[in-house]
DNA sequence: CACACAGATTGACATTCATCGATATACGGT
DNA sequence: ACCGTATATCGATGAATGTCAATCTGTGTG
C-alpha cells in the first residue's frame, strides 16, 4: 500500500527534477496544492501554531477547541485535514487523542517553494 | 495608506515575537492563511512555475493561457490572486501585461511556516 | 476615426468548504 | 453491565471558489 502523505509524496517528485524546469505537471501542482490547501485556513494555523508551542509537543483535542472558539466536531474535522496532509500526527492513548508536529513537515512544506 | 501585501504584512507581525509563543492571534492567522490561500490551487502553482522558468523573469498572460488549457479570463483571475497575494508583480507595457515573481516573495512566504 | 487585439471585469453556475447540531464509537470508572 | 467523557463521523446549510461566456477597457495600426 502506498501510505505516503502529500508533504512527502510531494516532495518525491519535486527532489528529481533540476528546478521544476519542464514546468509543473498537472499532476505535481495538485498534490503540492493539497498542502498548501491544508495551510489555507486561519483556523487551521492557528492549531499548528498552538501545538507547536505546546511544552509536551503534543496536545489533545480538548485543549484546542477552546482557545479557537470552535466547536469539537469543527476542531477534529481540522485536525483530521491537517493529519491527512502528512503536517500532524496523531496518537490515541486511553480517551484522548494527541497531536503532534510530524518532524520536518514544515521543512519540508517550505521546500516545496522553493522547488516550483 | 498602507499599499503592504500580505506576503509582507504576514511577516511584518511574524519577524517581531520571538517564535509564536504567544499563539498566533486571529488576525495573524487570517493574513498568512490568505497566502496560502493564493497557492492552494493547483493552476496557481503551475502559474508560479511557468513565470519563474522563463528566461527571461516574465511572461505575458497569452504564454500562460495555452500551457495550462484555461480560459483567459480564468487565467487573468488567478494572476490577479498571486498579484493581490503579493507573489507576483504585474507590470503592464502597451498591449501586453508582464507578470514576474516579486524578488524574495517565496523565500518571506516559507518563513512564515517557521514562524507559526 | 475605425478596427483588431490583449487583457480585465462582470454575471452565472456548479463545486467545494467551514461550521454546526446530532449521533456514533470507544474507552475508563463505578 | 451501566454511565460519563473524549473524540470521530454524519447530514445539513450558508459562504466561498474555480470556471466559463459575454462584455468592457485600453492600446496600437490601418
Not at 55 to 74: F, K, M, N, R
Not at 81 to 96: N, S
Request: net charge negative; glycine share 6%.
Amino acid at each position: 500500500m502506498n501510505s505516503l502523505q502529500p508533504v512527502e509524496t510531494a516532495l518525491d517528485t519535486a527532489c528529481c527534477a533540476p528546478s521544476g524546469q519542464p514546468v509543473l505537471s498537472a499532476e505535481d501542482a495538485r498534490r503540492k496544492a493539497l498542502v498548501f490547501k491544508a495551510l489555507s485556513d486561519p483556523s487551521r494555523l492557528r492549531l499548528l501554531s498552538i501545538v507547536k508551542g505546546e511544552a509536551s509537543g503534543e496536545s489533545c483535542v480538548c485543549d484546542l477547541t477552546e482557545p479557537l472558539d470552535l466547536g469539537q466536531p469543527t476542531v477534529s474535522h481540522h485536525l483530521k485535514i491537517l493529519v491527512d496532509a502528512g503536517l500532524l500526527h496523531r496518537e490515541k492513548r486511553g480517551t484522548w487523542a494527541y497531536y503532534s508536529l510530524v518532524p520536518g513537515a514544515m521543512e519540508r512544506t517550505a521546500d516545496l517553494l522553493a522547488s516550483l
